[in-house]
């Protein structure tokens, strides 16, 4: 099956939202039809252990840890995603960033 498009399901703190929004303007994320910077988001409440090794941006290694987030969501064409996933990773401060990517069967564009 051939998908056009993708859905990125992004989660980052809130501190860091209008760096994403440009992040993912620059790389034309979001632009639908004669709109861009189309992109929607809900607060959610994440929860992580970091292991031995990390660096976590927050929490303590071996202690799981919650923070509320953000998860931002945008559709991009498929040619767009490796472009679209530098921008987001440059853009995150995560060490690990949660970044999901879900083809779309259809669009309404």
């Not at 994320?29 to 409440?45: L, Q, R």
């Not at 931002?72 to 064409?77: A, F, G, L, S």
């Amino acid at each position: 099956m051939d998908f056009s498009f993708l859905k990125l399901e992004i989660f980052i703190p809130e501190t860091h939202l209008a760096h994403l929004q440009k992040a993912l303007q620059m790389a034309d994320a979001g632009h639908i039809g004669n709109y861009d910077c189309c992109m929607s988001v809900s607060e959610v409440k994440g929860y992580w252990r970091p292991l031995a090794g990390t660096h976590p941006y927050i929490g303590s290694q071996g202690a799981i840890s919650s923070e509320p987030e953000l998860k931002v969501e945008v559709t991009i064409r498929t040619e767009q995603l490796n472009d679209v996933m530098h921008a987001v990773k440059a853009a995150h401060p995560y060490e690990e960033p949660v970044i999901n990517v879900i083809p779309l069967l259809e669009t309404g564009i």
